[in-house]
């Protein structure tokens, strides 16, 4: 039997009670219920995604390691930012426009989110969705969620979009040796998946590279995964009716897993379209997923000012994520990447002390043998 987060929900019930629910307001929809978080159950909900990994059509990186090694890998293949949205150890990023190949000073030369935009599946029962996270009026991410499972504080309401509650994602475009990559950033209040925590953020990425003729083409995707993350060749995604790659999030630890060309796209759950369209099991609902954007040559997006509470608050999202502003180039995946790899580099410290442990005993039995003959 094939387990996988994406049948978890067959072996694993979602604990779901309705009792705590707010009283929507108009403009509001809810599309989960309040999930009663179980640590046990959240666990082996987790360690259930790993097999995903083993048949989907990626190569994933660091997804073993959780301090997260993916600086290590990074630091063996990295070139310099050439342009795009720059941490240089201060809080407030650096903006630099990425030029568009093609274009002056017209629409044409401005990049579009909704371009090469990843269609991306919520699994069933999610109840901590993208928002801004300046979305309660501030920069504070601890007010937003409590603090703590079970308390009272935070502004933000489990399983409804709408109003304060506008589906968002973050924005932005780097330049990075012969890549061009485009960004999608997502911060969500809770994370209720292994233990519980406030604060959570996820990303995909789409590598662009030019054809024969200088047209940017998308080579790679990538998305995160934990602490590692999975790059998979475009050709081997699957796409929707749009042409749009499709991403699941995982329940409770929004790790995102890319979808195979041969599998088949589900139906339930919250699912944003790669032109910001939301659907609800199968249907339209009347919300859009609106971007933010630091950069000012992007249309379809809601440009940041440099010092605003938004532009504050989508600043230390992307600057925690790192990979976020900073992307990995595909070399790290292709020559360290598998997961084959991922579980002898784990193996190899237990390996090594179970090798000290049998030259210790040799020794000892070789000194043994001396001392009998002599």
Request: hydrophobic share 35%; glycine share 10%; proline share 7%.
């Amino acid at each position: 039997m094939n387990i996988s987060f994406r049948n978890i929900k067959n072996l694993v019930p979602n604990a779901l009670s309705n009792d705590k629910a707010p009283a929507l307001e108009t403009g509001e929809t809810r599309v989960a219920k309040e999930r009663e978080y179980k640590a046990k159950l959240d666990k082996v909900r987790v360690a259930a995604e790993t097999p995903d990994l083993l048949v989907g059509p990626g190569i994933p990186l660091g997804v073993l390691d959780k301090s997260s090694r993916l600086s290590e890998y990074r630091a063996r293949y990295d070139r310099p930012i050439e342009a795009g949205v720059r941490f240089d150890g201060t809080a407030d990023p650096k903006v630099e426009n990425v030029e568009r190949p093609g274009g002056t000073a017209d629409a044409s030369a401005r990049w579009d989110p909704l371009e090469f935009a990843p269609r991306f599946i919520f699994q069933p029962g999610e109840d901590s969705l993208p928002v801004s996270p300046s979305f309660d009026g501030d920069a504070n991410l601890e007010n937003d969620a409590p603090g703590k499972l079970g308390g009272k504080d935070g502004a933000y309401k489990d399983g409804v979009i709408g109003n304060k509650q506008a589906l968002s994602g973050g924005f932005a475009v780097t330049k990075k040796g012969e890549y061009t990559i485009l960004s999608y950033s997502f911060y969500y209040p809770t994370n209720k998946a292994g233990d519980y925590h406030n604060k959570d953020w996820s990303h995909a990425q789409v590598y662009l590279k030019p054809d024969k003729n200088g047209e940017l083409k998308p080579e790679y995707l990538y998305t995160s995964w934990h602490h590692g993350g999975v790059l998979t060749r475009w050709d081997d995604l699957k796409k929707d009716e749009q042409g749009k790659p499709i991403v699941q999030v995982c329940l409770g630890s929004h790790a995102a897993s890319p979808l195979g060309k041969n599998e088949s796209i589900p139906t339930k759950g919250l699912q944003i379209r790669g032109d910001g369209q939301a659907e609800f099991n199968g249907k339209t609902v009347p919300h859009t997923l609106t971007w933010d954007a630091f950069q000012s040559n992007v249309t379809n997006a809601r440009h940041l000012e440099e010092g605003s509470i938004p532009f504050k608050a989508r600043a230390i999202i992307m600057q925690r994520g790192a990979v976020a502003f900073d992307p990995i180039m595909p070399e790290a995946f292709l020559k360290e990447g598998g997961f084959g790899k991922a579980v002898a580099e784990k193996a190899e410290p237990y390996v090594d002390k179970a090798l000290d442990k049998v030259k210790d005993v040799g020794r000892d039995l070789m000194g043994f043998f001396v001392g009998l003959f002599n």
